[in-house]
């Protein structure tokens, strides 16, 4: 199971207490997975559609609590994931899908008399704070997805409209997130990215097992890059000090073999016999062999001034 599917799974088994806090959830559900249907006796049915079984019981149990009304439920295997069922909720009673359209405002009436579908969230639903809450855990369950941790921090929203694409980031970022909302194909997508501003976000909507969850994902992964980081950095120091020791060693062997490292300064002379004695040494470790013993910034002088030498012998030579 994904750990979208996980979230989605513990979110549905959340407690239903307040009457305005369904509301505001059951409203998203209709707008990110209901539909309506005409039938042959001009009635309106409302249907809902959902591949998961947790979220099918939530969306029949907020209607039951709500309007205590009868839906009908079918289980149809998909064709194309043949693993997965599908299950479509019908509500049929005219009474009873009249009462949802008007809880959570999916209809509205323009000067001509004309009924439009509303798909902008109306501000009664969310006029408290928790009702807002209860709207993004409502638009997370019927269109919402969020990447596995372990492998990126994705958390999104697909929604066929884009007024209620606008109003749902509005909602989410009343709580001082910064969701974007973007064009995939006819879909608008209301996402977040930051893993910070994702645990921000679960907590708000209630799903506190997944938010510790990816809490400890994240503290691994940062141990990790971290780790990485400082062996990366290492690696690169000990490169570092190999290839100056190396070109030192090569220098200090040029002079040797053409004026001799007797002709070097005393001072010079005495770190270069060094070098080529011990050869994988440190600066550090050079200058604690030297007498009397100097530091790393003194020895990396002398053995520039060798270096300097040495390509000044190669000039005079034409060994460049």
Known sequence: MSFSSKTKNKLSRLEINDSCCPKAELAALVRMSGSIQLTGSRKINLKFSTENAAIARRIFTLIKTL?????EVMVRKNKQ???????????????????????????????????????????????????????????????GSLSDPEKTYHLEFVTHNKEHGKDLSKIINSFNLNSKIVLRKDNYVVYIKEGEQIVDLLNIIGAHNSLLELENIRVLKDIRNN??????????????????????????????????????????????RARLTHREASLKELGNMLMPPIGKSGVNHRLRKIEEIAEELKKERGDL
């Not at 009873?96 to 359209?101: E, G, L, P, T, Y």
């Open 227 to 272: 780790i990485n980081r400082i062996v990366n950095c290492e690696t690169a120091n000990l490169s570092k000090t190999i290839n100056a020791a190396l070109r030192q060693v090569e220098n200090i062997e040029y002079i040797k073999s053409t004026i001799g490292i007797d002709e070097l300064p005393e001072n010079l002379q005495e770190v270069a």
């Open 67 to 71: 309007h205590n009304t009868q839906t």
């Open 81 to 143: 994931l043949k693993k997965n069922n599908s299950y479509l909720m019908i509500i049929h009673d005219p009474d009873s899908v009249d009462a949802i359209i008007k809880d959570t405002g999916l209809f509205k009436l323009h000067d001509n008399n004309i009924l439009n579908i509303n798909y902008k969230v109306p501000k009664h639903i969310i006029k408290k704070r928790c009702c807002k809450r209860a709207y993004i855990r409502g638009a997370f369950l019927g269109g």
